[in-house]
Nanobody
Framework: QVQLVESGGGLAQAGGSLRLSCVAS????????MAWFRQAPGRQREFVGS????????YYADSVKGRFTISRDNAKNTVYLQMNNLKPEDTAVYYC???????????WGQGTQVTVSS
């Protein structure tokens, strides 16, 4: 089992920045990929971006490309989501996820709220 705990959410103004953190514990050696998803009120959960745990390759949704950056600190079992130039449409609950294989996510955090005011 892997436990994920997100932090760093809050309120930001449009154009501002926030950094989310996700700390993994438990059987972290089983993780292949970690990702960030988000869910806005009344909408389905959507993919934000992911990072391959060993190689560090990153992938992003078009809606955040160029504004958001995912990074990791293997020694701390932590993945980060740096969010710059925030927009009101980025308002959502952000979830961290981890997968033991590339094609699925087995573990999820509890989510952290991000609210962007215009």
């Amino acid at each position: 089992q892997v436990q994920l705990v997100e932090s760093g959410g809050g309120l930001a103004q449009a154009g501002g920045s926030l950094r989310l953190s996700c700390v993994a514990s438990g059987r972290t050696s089983s993780m292949v990929r970690m990702a960030w998803f988000r869910q806005a009120p009344g909408r389905q959960r959507e993919f934000v971006g992911s990072i391959i745990w060993s190689g560090g390759n990153t992938y992003y949704a078009d809606s955040v490309k160029g504004r958001f950056t995912i990074s990791r600190d293997n020694a701390k079992n932590t993945v980060y989501l740096q969010m710059n130039n925030l927009k009101p449409e980025d308002t959502a609950v952000y979830y961290c996820a981890a997968g033991r294989i590339i094609t699925q996510y087995d573990y999820w955090g509890q989510g952290t709220q991000v609210t962007v005011s215009s």
